[in-house]
């Protein structure tokens, strides 16, 4: 039986392993870990999604306030979680000039002020300028859309996390 399989029986340890599957929303696997053996990793994934599209709108509004800021304070200040670091480096987010930093922290904020909710976007599937430009022609959609693109998105970043886990034996650190 795989390491995962072994933890997951022991149950306590699901959360060592998934509980940042949805970032800083270790209530969404506490919430599925009953429901299906973790050994399969799409179930995983079905079920983050079910749990998710039942959630009220300020449910998911609260899914995407959890979410850290594109290149924001918690990258400024090293406090992002080991995954949201990794993401958005690979989206080349560690290496703005202060031009392109300014650019998109204003953005973020008139995003912020608009819907009232972090924009948020899988970072991996994407690069500095692209999320600039998808930042830009999100801004201009009505609340209730940017709501289900937001999830869409986390459901996105959700995939390639639970991914981690299963096929490069990621163990993160513990939330
Ligand atoms: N606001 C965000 O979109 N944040 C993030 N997207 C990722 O893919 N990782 C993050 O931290």
Request: glycine share 6%.
């Amino acid at each position: 039986r795989s390491s995962i399989e072994q933890t997951g029986a022991r149950r306590e340890g699901i959360l060592d392993i998934f509980g940042n599957i949805v970032e800083k929303c270790p209530l969404i696997t506490g919430a599925i870990w009953s429901k299906i053996p973790f050994q399969v990793y799409l179930a995983v994934e079905e079920c983050v999604s079910e749990f998710i599209d039942s959630l009220s709108s300020s449910g998911k509004e609260g899914i995407l306030r959890c979410h850290p800021d594109l290149c924001g304070r918690d990258l400024t200040r090293g406090t992002l979680t080991e995954e949201s670091q990794n993401e958005q480096s690979q989206a080349g987010l560690t290496s703005l000039n202060p031009m392109e930093r300014e650019i998109l922290n204003h953005l973020n904020l008139q995003y912020k002020e608009k819907f009232g909710f972090t924009f948020v976007i899988c970072a991996k599937m994407s690069d500095k300028n692209k999320i600039t430009q998808e930042l830009n022609s999100r801004l201009q959609n009505d609340p209730c859309q940017e709501l289900q693109n937001g999830i869409d998105q986390v459901k996105k970043i959700c995939h390639l996390r639970i991914q981690d886990i299963f096929f490069h034996g990621k163990i993160p650190t513990k939330l």
